[in-house]
Every structure is written in C-alpha cells, then in structure tokens.
C-alpha cells in the first residue's frame, strides 16, 4: 500500500519561511516523478514544483521560482519543500504526489499517488 504523509504546514507572516516534508512508504520504483502541488478555496489544484527522484528533471511553477526549492532525501524516501519569502497568495492546502510519466510535467492530473495534504497560510 502506498502512502504520502505531508507535514509542516502552518501559519507564517509575509516574508517568512516553511519546509514542507513528505514521507513515502510502499512504492517500489527506485526512481519516480515526485512533486508539490496546491489548492487554494475556489481555485483549481495547480503545480508548484516537481522533481525526478533520480534526478532527471526539475520544475517550478513560475510564481515559486527563486523562492521555493524541492529536493529527495533518497535513503528515507522524504521529500522536501523548502518554502522562502512566501506571500499571502501562497496560503493554500499543499499536497505531495507521485507516479511515472514522461518529463515529470508539472500537471496535477498525472500523479497516481496523492498525500492527505497540510495547510500553508500566509497573512500580509
């Protein structure tokens, strides 16, 4: 069974910092499209970033870029989501998910494993 347990989510001021962990368990693929992606109320879910674990491919949406950066702890299988400078307009539910696809897209459709998500606020 697969399993992604985000966690660091919280509330932080303009300008501050979060890292953002996601732990995962049961896959058996040795390397994989990993990525962050996030919801905000009344918005469609949208990518952040996304990474292969073997290290392939790295994206970033273009709002996050120079703020945000993903990086893979391969020996305990830990994704993180370093968060800096953040903005109110990056107050959102943040998800971690995973699967294979060509080019590791940053397109919330094509992961096949999802975490539960942590919430990130952001206040001006």
């Known amino acids: 069974q697969v399993q992604l347990v985000e966690s660091g989510g919280g509330s932080v001021q303009d300008g501050g910092s979060l890292r953002l962990s996601c732990a995962v368990s049961?896959?058996?693929?040795?390397?994989?499209?990993m990525g962050w992606f996030r919801q905000a109320p009344g918005k469609e879910r949208e990518g952040v970033a996304i990474?292969?674990?073997?290290?392939?491919?790295?994206t970033y949406a273009d709002s996050v870029k120079g703020r945000f950066t993903i990086s893979q702890d391969n020996a305990d299988n830990t994704n993180y989501l370093q968060m800096n400078s953040l903005k109110p307009e990056d107050t959102a539910m943040y998800y971690c998910a995973l699967g294979n696809w060509a080019y590791c897209l940053l397109n919330p459709k094509l992961p096949t494993y999802w975490g539960q998500g942590t919430q990130v606020t952001v206040s001006s």
């Open positions: 049961g896959y058996t693929s040795r390397s994989y499209c």
């Open positions: 990474m292969h674990t073997g290290g392939a491919y790295t």
